[in-house]
Nanobody, 126 residues
Framework: VQLVESGGGSVQSGGSLRLSCVVSGYTYSGYYVAWLRQAPGKEREGVAI???????TYAASVKGRFTISQDNAKSTLSLQMDSLKPEDTAMYYC?????????????????????WGQGTQVTVTS
């Protein structure tokens, strides 16, 4: 399984960015895909997760500003980030999980994901 993120960069507060993650190598279609982030000196945290039936769950800190989506072939995961704040500055990762529990359970436990991409940096300046 391989995950490759792209789309990070630097943007001013209030701006937007769109991250993408290409997923390959899965032979099973029932996995969850998520975006997670880690800021310097902080623990990794879940941002958003989408299930195999397209149901999305968001962290409270990004709800209403970020939108996670997946194409029909489930090969590309996206994260549309609007109204960005300086506190959104972090390395963003996509990750996958073959689920046993609910999506929000995994979102609250970022260490529980099976496969990870290499990350893409998002910097929001004030």
């Amino acid at each position: 399984v391989q995950l490759v993120e792209s789309g990070g960069g630097s943007v001013q507060s209030g701006g937007s960015l769109r991250l993408s993650c290409v997923v390959s190598g899965y032979t099973y279609s029932g996995y969850y895909v998520a975006w997670l982030r880690q800021a310097p000196g902080k623990e990794r945290e879940g941002v958003a997760i989408i299930t195999n039936d397209g149901t999305a769950t968001y962290a409270a800190s990004v709800k209403g500003r970020f939108t996670i989506s997946q194409d029909n072939a489930k090969s590309t995961l996206s994260l549309q980030m609007d109204s960005l704040k300086p506190e959104d500055t972090a390395m963003y990762y996509c990750a996958t999980k073959t689920p046993t529990y609910s999506a929000d359970w995994y979102l609250a436990r970022p260490w529980s994901f099976d496969y990870w991409g290499q990350g893409t940096q998002v910097t929001v300046t004030s």
